[in-house]
């Protein structure tokens, strides 16, 4: 009982900082961007909201099996990909709930400023309710419709989707060296016993 309630506790704590982090972000640099560069600010959190929680569906679908095979001929991601399986109701929580709920919460938010931002622009005051339902009706229609067709694609590939995942976390690794220390420290582990 006490790790479940620590582990709600930190993902509320976690949700919270991160969307604190993303709205204070859009807001800071909303004076000084363009309205186009924020709708596309907009869509970037939605389709994130979108891949996000396609990589939780398909880590509940996906099979353990299949990378067990893979990994012992070295395939590239197959090791983290047999990880997050093992691991998928994290995966799929973080993904689904974390990532996915704050990714709603900031387009509901940039979507609000965007259509502050019009009915100031070009004085349309007296449509500002009709703009507002306007906005909401096209964020909620992207998103839900996205997630629609996102999970119907992660059933049917998800070894394929966390393999592919997989692999980024991996070549991810290996880009910023956190492959070679772990090695380093191993080996030094190694040396001291």
Request: hydrophobic share 55%; with cysteine.
């Amino acid at each position: 009982m006490l790790f479940f309630t620590r582990r709600v506790l930190g993902v509320g704590l976690l949700t919270f900082f991160l969307s604190l982090a993303f709205s204070a972000f859009f807001r800071l640099t909303r004076a000084v961007v363009p309205f186009w560069f924020s709708t596309g600010i907009l869509l970037i959190v939605v389709l994130l909201g979108i891949v996000f929680d396609i990589v939780g569906t398909a880590v509940t679908a996906a099979q353990e099996a299949p990378f067990h095979a893979m990994a012992s001929d070295r395939v590239t991601g197959a090791r983290t990909a047999m990880a997050m399986v093992r691991n998928a109701d994290r995966v799929a929580s973080f993904c689904n709930d974390v990532v996915g709920d704050i990714c709603g919460t900031v387009s509901g938010a940039i979507g609000s400023a965007l259509v502050i931002d019009l009915v100031i622009h070009y004085q349309v005051f007296r449509y500002e309710d009709l703009i507002s339902i306007i906005m909401v009706g096209l964020v909620a229609a992207v998103t839900v419709g996205g997630k629609a067709w996102g999970k119907a694609f992660a059933i049917q590939r998800a070894n394929f989707i966390i393999l592919q995942v997989g692999k980024a976390f991996e070549n991810g690794r290996r880009l910023f060296g956190l492959k070679e220390n772990n090695k380093k420290r191993r080996g030094n582990r190694k040396q001291l016993g």
